[in-house]
């Protein structure tokens, strides 16, 4: 079982920068791939990048290209840039054994509150 524990949300002012982390409770996360998504109220869970177990094949969302990066060490982040109102919203981090398909993320994170202030 993996636990994964989302930190680093919090309110900030539209233009500004946030930096999400993504960490397994008392485990590495060596071997997994990592994504983020994210969920507005009202609206579906929508992708926003993943990186895989070997810290290549690293995909983004068009919104969120150009303004959010991913990377990975012993955790996995997601640099968040030139922040808008409208990516208010939950982000919520999942991970899968090595990568097996953009549909197969096993486990989850409870998630962390991003709001972006106009």
């Known amino acids: 079982q993996v636990q994964l524990v989302e930190s680093g949300g919090g309110l900030v002012q539209a233009g500004g920068s946030l930096r999400l982390s993504c960490a397994a409770s008392?485990?590495?996360?060596?071997?997994?791939?990592v994504g983020w998504f994210r969920q507005a109220p009202g609206k579906e869970r929508e992708f926003v990048a993943h990186?895989?177990?070997?810290?290549g094949g690293i995909s983004v969302g068009d919104f969120a290209k150009g303004r959010f990066t991913i990377s990975r060490d012993n955790a996995v982040y997601l640099q968040m840039d030139k922040l808008q109102p409208e990516d208010t919203g939950v982000y919520l981090c999942?991970?899968?054994?090595?990568?097996?398909?953009?549909?197969?993320?096993?486990?989850w994170g409870q998630g962390t509150q991003v709001t972006v202030s106009s």
């Open positions: 999942a991970a899968q054994f090595s990568y097996t398909g953009p549909n197969r993320w096993t486990y």
């Open positions: 008392g485990r590495s996360l060596n071997g997994y791939s």
């Open positions: 990186v895989l177990w070997n810290g």
